[in-house]
Protein backbone atom coordinates (compact mmCIF):
# COMPACT_ATOMS: atom_id res chain seq x y z
CA UNK A 1 0.00 0.00 0.00
CA UNK A 2 1.11 3.61 -0.72
CA UNK A 3 1.92 5.77 2.34
CA UNK A 4 1.58 8.88 1.69
CA UNK A 5 2.96 12.07 3.45
CA UNK A 6 1.74 15.68 3.19
CA UNK A 7 3.05 19.19 4.34
CA UNK A 8 3.30 22.53 3.19
CA UNK A 9 0.81 23.71 5.54
CA UNK A 10 0.36 26.52 7.87
CA UNK A 11 -0.50 30.13 8.97
CA UNK A 12 -1.04 32.27 6.07
CA UNK A 13 -2.73 36.14 5.32
CA UNK A 14 -5.70 36.05 3.39
CA UNK A 15 -4.64 36.74 -0.12
CA UNK A 16 -1.97 34.69 0.27
CA UNK A 17 -0.40 31.35 -1.34
CA UNK A 18 0.83 28.25 -0.36
CA UNK A 19 2.01 24.82 -2.01
CA UNK A 20 0.73 21.77 -0.41
CA UNK A 21 3.30 18.26 -1.42
CA UNK A 22 2.03 15.33 -1.02
CA UNK A 23 4.90 12.39 -1.21
CA UNK A 24 4.23 8.66 -1.88
CA UNK A 25 6.90 6.43 -0.31
CA UNK A 26 6.77 2.64 0.20
CA UNK A 27 5.51 2.52 -3.18
CA UNK A 28 5.11 5.36 -6.65
CA UNK A 29 1.31 6.44 -7.48
CA UNK A 30 1.92 3.69 -10.18
CA UNK A 31 -1.35 3.90 -12.34
CA UNK A 32 -3.37 5.70 -9.70
CA UNK A 33 -5.39 8.91 -9.67
CA UNK A 34 -4.63 11.51 -6.51
CA UNK A 35 -6.96 13.49 -5.05
CA UNK A 36 -6.58 16.74 -2.38
CA UNK A 37 -9.64 16.91 -0.14
CA UNK A 38 -9.97 19.31 3.28
CA UNK A 39 -11.83 19.55 6.13
CA UNK A 40 -13.26 22.76 7.72
CA UNK A 41 -13.75 22.40 11.96
CA UNK A 42 -17.17 21.46 11.86
CA UNK A 43 -17.51 19.85 8.60
CA UNK A 44 -17.65 16.92 6.28
CA UNK A 45 -14.17 16.83 4.47
CA UNK A 46 -14.36 18.22 0.65
CA UNK A 47 -13.05 17.17 -2.77
CA UNK A 48 -11.02 20.10 -3.86
CA UNK A 49 -9.18 18.24 -7.02
CA UNK A 50 -7.57 14.97 -8.73
CA UNK A 51 -4.59 14.42 -11.10
CA UNK A 52 -4.32 11.13 -13.02
CA UNK A 53 -0.51 10.16 -12.23
CA UNK A 54 0.08 8.28 -15.35
CA UNK A 55 -1.28 10.74 -17.97
CA UNK A 56 -0.89 14.04 -15.85
CA UNK A 57 -5.35 15.09 -16.66
CA UNK A 58 -6.57 17.12 -13.79
CA UNK A 59 -10.01 17.41 -12.08
CA UNK A 60 -11.09 20.18 -10.05
CA UNK A 61 -14.38 20.85 -7.59
CA UNK A 62 -15.88 23.25 -7.45
CA UNK A 63 -14.21 24.55 -4.49
CA UNK A 64 -10.83 24.88 -5.96
CA UNK A 65 -11.72 25.99 -9.38
CA UNK A 66 -9.37 29.36 -10.32
CA UNK A 67 -7.54 29.85 -7.41
CA UNK A 68 -6.08 25.87 -7.23
CA UNK A 69 -3.58 24.44 -9.19
CA UNK A 70 -2.54 20.57 -9.28
CA UNK A 71 0.50 18.68 -10.63
CA UNK A 72 2.51 16.03 -10.19
CA UNK A 73 6.78 15.88 -10.20
CA UNK A 74 7.27 12.06 -11.46
CA UNK A 75 10.99 12.10 -10.48
CA UNK A 76 10.12 13.31 -7.24
CA UNK A 77 6.99 11.10 -6.64
CA UNK A 78 5.11 13.80 -5.38
CA UNK A 79 2.05 15.61 -5.79
CA UNK A 80 1.44 19.18 -5.21
CA UNK A 81 -1.63 21.60 -4.57
CA UNK A 82 -0.61 25.04 -5.05
CA UNK A 83 -3.39 27.62 -3.29
CA UNK A 84 -3.75 31.37 -4.43
CA UNK A 85 -5.88 33.77 -3.08
CA UNK A 86 -6.39 32.36 0.18
CA UNK A 87 -9.48 33.47 2.47
CA UNK A 88 -10.67 32.87 5.98
CA UNK A 89 -13.24 29.63 4.54
CA UNK A 90 -10.16 27.88 3.24
CA UNK A 91 -8.88 26.92 6.61
CA UNK A 92 -8.73 23.57 7.50
CA UNK A 93 -7.00 20.22 7.85
CA UNK A 94 -5.84 19.38 4.06
CA UNK A 95 -5.25 15.75 3.14
CA UNK A 96 -4.31 13.49 -0.31
CA UNK A 97 -5.76 10.00 -0.90
CA UNK A 98 -4.87 7.66 -3.68
CA UNK A 99 -7.89 6.90 -5.77
CA UNK A 100 -7.71 3.12 -6.64
CA UNK A 101 -11.38 3.23 -8.85
CA UNK A 102 -13.43 6.16 -8.94
CA UNK A 103 -14.88 6.62 -5.59
CA UNK A 104 -12.84 4.17 -3.93
CA UNK A 105 -9.64 5.36 -1.96
CA UNK A 106 -6.73 3.63 -0.63
CA UNK A 107 -4.33 5.37 1.03
CA UNK A 108 -4.62 8.87 3.06
CA UNK A 109 -1.86 10.66 4.50
CA UNK A 110 -2.08 12.03 7.67
CA UNK A 111 -3.33 15.55 6.64
CA UNK A 112 -1.52 19.30 7.08
CA UNK A 113 -3.21 21.97 8.94
CA UNK A 114 -3.53 25.67 6.58
CA UNK A 115 -5.06 28.41 8.87
CA UNK A 116 -6.07 31.47 6.76
CA UNK A 117 -6.54 34.72 9.36
CA UNK A 118 -5.09 37.99 9.81
Known amino acids: QVQLVESGGGLVQPGGSLRLSCVAS????????VDWFRQAPGKDREFLAA????????YYGELAKGRFTISRDTTKNTVYLQMNKLKPEDTGVYYC???????????WGQGTQVTVSE
Open 97 to 107: ATEESPGSFGS
Open 26 to 33: ARTFSTYT
Open 51 to 58: INWSEGST
